[in-house]
């Protein structure tokens, strides 16, 4: 089950940190008297990336460690320039790999840190897409009105239709769990995955439906405003329900998540003046990230516009952080640090680090595959060697001596032997 009866699965156990999280900041909050899910959800948001800082940190001073040593990468590629045999293109690969180890570092650099915060970040998406599973204040709300839909008659077909009619695409993956039991295994959870999904505008469509159910009525009457008191953000925003494609103060919060990821990316981008003309790797590079920087924006426009506005307020806040994040690394690394020492202690840190760490698995291939080149290329130049270079020089000789001599043992010598060998027999059928 994915909703209130809790995330389960590779993604549970952050799930229930993250929600652990938000429910204290919602228990602090709430304790001097302010009961806000917006104001949670920015403080929860700022919370987790103040603990992701540490990696977006080192992340960064690998990326700039590798933008200083790109000259030394470009000398090498300028040198294999318009080699394409697989012997140049593998030493190539050798001596940018043996740049990297010198300095510590990597082409992928940061990767493995992205791929450490993918759990988190869908983790952090799941939380806030579904509070009331992960703060029991706010469930407390939704249950007196979760048990009166259950007095129904046909409550798992009202709520079906009444999804469907209403396009409340949110609360489809409960609605098909719903159908799938049977009335003695539905519990509040599976009730309140659904109706925690209804915008102040469908709650009144539905208690207007709802003719012959007062104590329902009742309920929703009672709850629902303190739940849309809750969701409230500035200019009347309610961030349970979805901006849309209408005007109105909403869309503050998507386009302020498209511009703010818009800056943050092209602040990350290299300036054109450190990517060498003649790298077409490098150029082809650029032209992705610039492509990115334009579409990465507009996708996350499309679907903040979609999705509760309390999902399009935390990209945005986490939009806007990583921005001021990278405006500060980029101004410490340009006007503050030394990168000259930096250098330094990364050269110094990479030979303490190389005596005692095991080659990686891309160093292992390289050397394998550069060892078996290098068989392969002697080998074949002893195969494709006529035997009449190592024949006697002596002038009339047939092979029997000679003033040329050869170490003993040597593939010289022996192939000098087989030569003879072989005169000898030819003498004989003559």
Known sequence: MVFLTAQGGFLGPFCWLLGKILNLIYQGLSSIGINNLALCIIIFTLVIRLILLPFTLRQQRGAKINQFIQPEIQKIQKKYKNKTDQDSMLKQQQEIQEIYRKYGTSMTNGCLLQFIQLPIIYALYRVIYNIPAYVPAIKNLYTPIAREITKLADYTTTLTNFVSDNKITTASRAIKTLSGLDASSVTDNNIIDIISQFSSTQWDTFKNMLTGNEGLVHAISTYVPQINDLNQFIFGINISEAPGWRFSWALIIPISAALFQYLSSKVLQPSQSSIDSGDQAAAQSAAMMKSMTITMPIMSLFI??????????????????????????????????????????????????????????????????????????????????????????????????GSTTYRKGSIASKANIMQQYNNQSKGKEE
């Open 304 to 401: 903040t516009i979609s999705l509760p506005a309390g999902i399009g307020l935390y990209w945005s806040v986490s939009a806007l952080v990583s921005l001021l994040i990278q405006l500060a690394i980029n101004f410490y690394y340009s006007k503050i640090a030394d990168m000259d020492k930096i250098l330094e202690k990364q050269m110094e840190k990479a030979k303490k680090s190389k005596k005692k760490k095991k080659k990686s698995f891309m160093e292992r291939m390289l050397e394998a595959a550069g060892n078996a080149e290098e068989a392969n290329t002697v080998s074949n130049s002893v195969a494709g060697t006529s035997l009449k270079n190592y024949t006697s020089t002596t002038a009339g000789n047939s092979g029997q001596g």
